[in-house]
């Protein structure tokens, strides 16, 4: 049988189209550098390939109002997080009754009232704990520190890495200046929570003398009335996941500043473990955002 001759052209015009096919596919998303569909993207079969889910878990005000705006920031963090590619956040009053919510989430953000009281003093306890096994990241946010059972508070620092509990610390209302931990070897000196901002003055109710677990890493400092104070830290959790601690975020106003959101959104995709660009990640807010409604009203007789 004699070899079969293609003409010339129609074998320039088949290159061409596989080359086409390629290009398209790159320049649509669907393949990641790993060859895998990127996050987001949507797949041959029509479905959207898998994404990187945020939840964040706030309640009611437990403070005076422009303090412990804890549902306000979590949707606030939430729109700066879905800025970044590939990233879904949803917003929880309190522990999700939709179990839905649980479903392949890749970390958990809890800004509010004591959070070793609320995940291992409550009734959520072993929902968190097999979320923390299966290496879900976790965030804790200002008061979410605190377990306020000093006999459990071994049992929070494993989890997250620092315990605020009035038996060892205090609290400073005042302005210092938020810096990166002089801690940070040379050999990494910034850690991915620091990219995208620099030293900066924030008047902060600033938590003092926290404990730490051994293997936790400071990352942001101030210093108040002489003394270095860690406001932030991370820690490689015992059988796999990352925690973030940050005893940051007293006042609304704060999180309406551009270097004190992108330090906690950079910290919440560590712990789910993207990449934070050099740059830090994205984290515009609108007016929407940075207006907190007005107090509500008690009922009479309440």
């Not at 129609?10 to 390629?22: E, Y």
């Not at 970044?84 to 949803?90: F, K």
């Not at 009734?123 to 377990?147: C, M, N, Q």
């Not at 309406?256 to 807010?285: D, H, K, S, Y």
Request: include cysteine; glycine fraction near 10%.
């Amino acid at each position: 049988m004699k070899p079969i001759r293609l003409p010339a052209r129609l074998l320039l015009a088949l290159f061409a189209l596989a080359g086409l096919s390629v290009i398209c596919l790159s320049a649509c998303g669907t393949l990641g550098e790993d060859g895998k569909p990127a996050a987001g993207s949507a797949r041959a079969d029509g479905r959207r390939a898998p994404r990187t889910r945020v939840l964040l878990i706030g309640h009611r005000p437990d403070h005076p109002h422009g303090t412990h705006m804890y549902l306000h920031e979590c949707r606030l963090l939430a729109t700066c997080l879905e800025q970044t590619i590939g990233v879904e956040a949803v917003v929880a009053d309190g522990w999700p009754k939709e179990k839905r919510l649980l479903d392949d989430v890749d970390a958990i953000v809890l800004y509010s009232s004591a959070g070793g009281d609320l995940l291992l003093g409550g009734p959520h306890r072993k929902e968190f704990e097999s979320l923390l096994a299966r290496g879900v990241g976790y965030t804790a946010i200002h008061w979410a520190t605190a377990d306020n059972k000093v006999a459990r508070g071994p049992e929070y620092l494993e989890v997250l890495g620092g315990w605020f509990n009035f038996a060892h610390c205090g609290l400073n209302v005042t302005r210092g200046t938020l810096i990166q931990s002089q801690s940070q070897s040379q050999s990494q000196p910034e850690h991915p929570i620091c990219r995208g901002w620099k030293p900066y003055d924030l008047h902060e109710e600033y938590y003092l003398n926290m404990k730490f677990h051994p293997k936790s890493t400071p990352v942001i400092e101030v210093e108040i009335d002489g003394k270095r104070q860690v406001v932030a830290w991370v820690l490689e959790r015992r059988g796999g996941g990352r925690s973030f601690g940050t005893t940051l975020g007293h006042f609304h106003e704060n999180f309406t500043i551009e270097a004190f959101r992108r330090a906690i959104v950079n910290g919440i995709l560590w712990t789910a473990r993207l990449e934070v660009p050099e740059g830090g990640a994205p984290c515009a807010i609108g007016e929407k955002a940075r207006r907190l409604d007005p107090p509500v009203a008690a009922s009479p007789g309440k």
